[in-house]
């Protein structure tokens, strides 16, 4: 993946053509946002987007706090009206100061995984890396702020790769492009896990090794 320099607006859209073509999210369905440096605002996708369509002019600039129309720089941009899930967006950069990144997607075998009841095992280092845990947020109706809530608490203890039950999933990062590898790592070990278990062999699934967990937990300088 080629990162996209300079705009926060035009690394989410490189996010937002790669996580279609990959097949992570379809039509409008998902949101994207980024926290803008030196701000307490955020840069997020607006409503009724198609995440392979994005550019500048389809980002709304969102205060974080209150969640009222950002000024970037010296100039109000046009008001744009954000994504229906913009509450979900706000709550996590107010529960987690160190997330600048926040990727909402409808990922297919993660979320068949979810309805069949099974977790996404951690299954290669990359994995173990990227998502070090992924926990399953209890279904809320989309775009209320209960889902909001509950979605940050579970996200305040650092864990930055959630499954939204029977919608969904939420991956965040320091920065973009963090966030969009963890995006890609979520799916690929969901699909792992569903072909083990369209093997019948999930019992069989040999998940990441103790030993590169626990040096992961020791030190933030590991590389995969």
């Not at 996580?19 to 803008?36: D, E, F, K, T, W």
């Not at 550019?55 to 009222?68: L, Y």
């Not at 305040?156 to 920065?175: E, K, R, Y």
Request: with cysteine; glycine share 8%; proline share 5%.
């Amino acid at each position: 993946m080629n990162y996209v320099p300079g705009d926060l607006r035009d690394q989410l859209a490189h996010v937002g053509y790669d996580v279609v073509q990959a097949g992570l999210v379809c039509g409008s369905g998902g949101n994207l946002s980024a926290r803008i440096p030196g701000e307490d605002a955020i840069w997020i996708t607006a409503s009724g987007s198609w995440l392979d369509r994005l550019s500048r002019n389809t980002f709304a600039p969102v205060r974080i706090a209150d969640g009222g129309p950002a000024v970037v720089g010296s100039v109000l941009p046009p008001r744009i009206e954000p994504t229906s899930e913009m509450a979900l967006h706000l709550a996590l950069y107010r529960a987690r100061p160190d997330v600048n990144a926040v990727v909402h997607l409808h990922p297919q075998t993660a979320l068949l995984l979810d309805a069949l009841g099974e977790r996404i095992r951690i299954v290669t280092t990359d994995h173990a890396f990227y998502l070090r845990r992924v926990s399953t947020v209890p279904f809320r109706l989309p775009g209320t702020t209960e889902l909001a809530a509950l979605t940050a608490a579970m996200a305040a203890d650092g864990t930055d790769c959630l499954v939204l039950s029977q919608h969904g999933c939420v991956v965040m990062g320091d920065s973009v492009e963090l966030a969009h590898k963890r995006a890609r790592n979520l799916e690929e070990a969901a699909s792992l896990t569903y072909r083990a278990l369209s093997a019948g062999r999930l019992d069989d699934l040999r998940e990441c090794p103790e030993e590169f967990l626990e040096r992961l937990s020791r030190s933030t300088s590991v590389t995969v």
